[in-house]
């Protein structure tokens, strides 16, 4: 199997979004936008999805900050009701999962031979300003047979949900990566974008398999154990700053 990579990955542009309640981990998704200035005096920005999962807490995919070097090139967009809110959030600090490596998805090879970089696809950032609204989305250890998908990229940058199917996971060399078929088509902008059941997000976004002009149904997730030493670590890392 091979997996399709673009600058922007990963989002959802089918089914209707669903009103906003607190500690929904779709309601607590965000748009993150990283923005890097080119020596032509422009600059590239990349787009990605997030959930909230402490009022001033982003959890997103670590490939999405591979650009930038400080956390005043980030900017987090909050959703009401399924569109965003006009203004930007700044961002304080931010930091990749230690076992994160820059630049992964330019590599060649399938899953089976890239799960370790899957695995470690994290990162997390620190508002500048905690949100009173969304209700920050609570994390859990198991994915469920009825596990939903949620990101703001294609169709007008609103809020979009999916449900999942086939969700089974792999360890290939000691990492453990989802892998799950999308009912809605996946492309640019959501990565990053939960994966949640029963209220609580269990994995992220991070990459489509087989996918044609930049879309497609068939996605690896990264799981989220709040538990690990290398969430423990950013957790760490951005309250030190």
């Known amino acids: 199997m091979r997996i399709f990579l673009g600058a922007v990955l990963a989002c959802l ?13 779709g309601a ?28 001033d807490i982003v959890l997103t995919a670590g490939h999405c900050l ?27 600090a931010f930091a ?35 949100l009173a609204e969304p209700g ?15 990101g703001v990229g294609s169709g007008g940058g609103r809020l979009r949900r999916s449900t999942l199917s086939g969700v ?3 360890s290939g060399g000691g990492a453990r990566v989802g892998f799950a078929t999308s009912a809605a088509p996946v492309c640019g902008g959501d990565s990053g974008g939960p994966a949640f059941a029963n209220g609580e997000v ?20 990264t799981p989220v154990d709040p538990a690990s030493e290398g969430f423990l670590q950013m957790k760490a890392r951005i309250s030190a700053r």
Request: proline share 9%; charged share 15%.
């Open 202 to 221: 269990w994995g992220l976004v991070a990459a489509l398999l087989r996918a044609k002009a930049g879309c497609g149904t068939r996605i690896v997730a």
């Open 168 to 170: 089974r996971f792999a």
């Open 28 to 55: 607590a998704t965000v748009a993150v936008q990283a923005v890097t200035p080119t020596a032509d005096g422009r600059a590239t920005v990349v787009s990605c999805s997030g959930v909230l999962i402490a009022p």
């Open 136 to 150: 920050p989305a609570a994390l859990g250890a198991g994915a469920e047979a009825n596990s939903t998908i949620a």
């Open 13 to 25: 542009r089918l089914l209707a979004p669903a009103p906003a309640s607190a500690g929904d981990p």
């Open 96 to 130: 990749r999962h230690p076992g994160h490596v820059v630049g992964w998805r330019t590599k060649p090879g399938g899953p089976e031979a890239r799960q370790r970089e899957i695995a470690a696809d994290l990162a997390l950032l620190r508002l500048a300003t905690p």
């Open 66 to 92: 591979d650009l930038i070097e400080s956390a005043s090139q980030l900017a987090v967009f909050a959703y009401r009701n399924g569109a965003p809110l006009p203004r930007p959030l700044g961002v304080a």
